[in-house]
């Protein structure tokens, strides 16, 4: 089965991203795959106190997917898989493109922001030539509506 994979972080933009995976998989018969990165400078100190920063990191994460995956399962009826990886954000991201197959189209949501839309699609678009999968970029900004007319 093809997957729509998206990261999960702490941004607006990440909500959009979530719901337009979900709609289009819900659509088109696939699969989510919800992928969040810990960045490995979050656990530069103590090896004890590192590790228990890294459990609460992977805590907030897991609290975070079930609110996005309570609504995918009972509004879409799309059952979504958590992976969580450590590491550069964008090479974690590469990497698990890369490592799982059944992984089709990767969805990023950008920042409705005059800097920009976002470290990730701005380092993402620069490589999207040599990604194996194509890359879907959902405005932040983009309304619920508008949403469901395109998926």
Same mark, same amino acid.
Not at 42 to 60: L, P, S
Not at 64 to 79: I, L, P, S, Y
Not at 135 to 151: F, H, N, Q
């Given at each position: 089965?093809?997957? +729509?994979?998206? *990261?999960? $972080?702490? %941004?607006?933009?990440?909500?959009? =991203?979530?719901? +337009?995976?979900?709609? &289009?998989? /819900?659509?088109?018969?696939? #699969? *989510?795959?919800?992928? %969040? *990165? ?6 530069? @100190?103590?090896?004890? *106190? ?5 459990? !609460?990191? &992977? !805590?907030?994460?897991?609290? @975070? +997917?079930?609110? +996005?995956?309570?609504?995918?399962? $009972? ?16 090479? !974690? ?7 799982d197959p059944a992984i089709g189209v990767l969805v990023?949501? /950008?920042? =409705?922001?005059?800097? #920009?839309? #976002? ?8 490589? /999207?030539? %040599? ?21």
């Amino acid at each position: 089965m093809r997957k +729509f994979l998206v *990261v999960l $972080d702490d %941004s607006r933009e990440c909500l959009n =991203a979530m719901q +337009f995976a979900a709609m &289009r998989a /819900a659509h088109t018969g696939a #699969g *989510v795959e919800i992928l %969040s *990165v810990i960045p490995p400078d979050e656990f530069n @100190h103590w090896i004890g *106190v590192g590790d228990i920063m890294r459990e !609460e990191a &992977r !805590e907030r994460i897991e609290a @975070h +997917f079930e609110v +996005f995956a309570k609504w995918m399962r $009972d509004k879409q009826g799309v059952d979504p898989e958590l992976v969580i990886r450590e590491g550069d954000p964008l090479t !974690e991201i590469l990497d698990q493109v890369n490592d799982d197959p059944a992984i089709g189209v990767l969805v990023l949501g /950008a920042a =409705a922001d005059k800097k #920009g839309p #976002g470290p990730l699609v701005t380092q993402l678009t620069k490589n /999207a030539g %040599s990604l194996p999968i194509p890359i879907t970029i959902v405005p932040g900004d983009m309304s619920r509506e508008r949403l469901k007319a395109i998926t």
